[in-house]
Structures are given as C-alpha cells and as structure tokens.
C-alpha cells in the first residue's frame, strides 16, 4: 500500500512557477513508476508527465514539453514536478499517482495509487 500527498499548488500569474511535490509513505516507493495528471474543470484527467523508478526515464505530454520538468529522489520518497512559464491553460487539480512497475503509462486506469490532488491556478 502507498499513500500519496501533494503539496506546492496555489495561485499565480500567467508567466511564473511552481514546483508540486508529492510524499509517498511506506518503504518500497523505489519500485513504483511515477506520473502527474491533471483535471481541469469540466474537462477529463489527463497525463502531464511521467517517471521511470530510477527516474532515468521521463515522459511529458506535448503541451507541457520545455516547460515542466518532473524528477523523484527515491531516498525521500519523494515526486516533483517543477512548472515554470506557466499559462491560464495549465490550471486544474494536479494529482500525483503509483503505479507497481518501471516505467509509468499515459492512462490514468493503469495507476494503483492516487494522491488527494493540489489547485493549481494561473491567472492571465
């Protein structure tokens, strides 16, 4: 079992940037891939980015591409997903998510674990 919590989210201008984190509990966080996803209003949860349990392997979806960069430290127990020129577009709850396996797949309903979620708002 892994209990995930996020944290970092909040409100900022068009332009700027935040880093989300993500604290896993239990002792075998090292053999879980990793991903962020995200839920804007009215719309379906969708793959952000994605790291191997090594972390040597990272996946982004295009639109967040050059912007965000995702990364663990698996002595923490820890994801991060830093977003920098952040855009209107990039607001919605950010949820970090588990999955049992090396590599993290772009589809939410392969995950095993999922965290509660953080705000992210970007106002223009």
């Known amino acids: 079992q892994v209990q995930l919590v996020e944290s970092g989210g909040g409100l900022v201008q068009a332009g700027g940037s935040l880093r989300l984190s993500c604290a896993a509990s239990?002792?075998?966080?090292?053999?879980?891939?990793m991903g962020w996803f995200r839920q804007a209003p009215g719309k379906e949860r969708e793959f952000v980015a994605g790291?191997?349990?090594?972390?040597?392997?990272?996946y982004y979806t295009d639109s967040v591409k050059g912007r965000f960069t995702i990364s663990r430290d698996n002595a923490k127990n820890t994801v991060s997903l830093q977003m920098n020129s952040l855009k209107p577009e990039d607001t919605a709850v950010y949820y970090c998510?588990?999955?049992?396996?090396?590599?993290?797949?772009?589809?939410?309903?392969?995950?095993?674990?999922w965290g509660q979620g953080t705000q992210v708002t970007v106002s223009s």
């Open positions: 790291i191997s349990w090594n972390g040597d392997h990272t």
């Open positions: 998510a588990a999955i049992m396996g090396r590599q993290p797949p772009r589809i939410e309903r392969d995950y095993d674990f």
């Open positions: 239990g002792r075998t966080f090292s053999r879980y891939a």
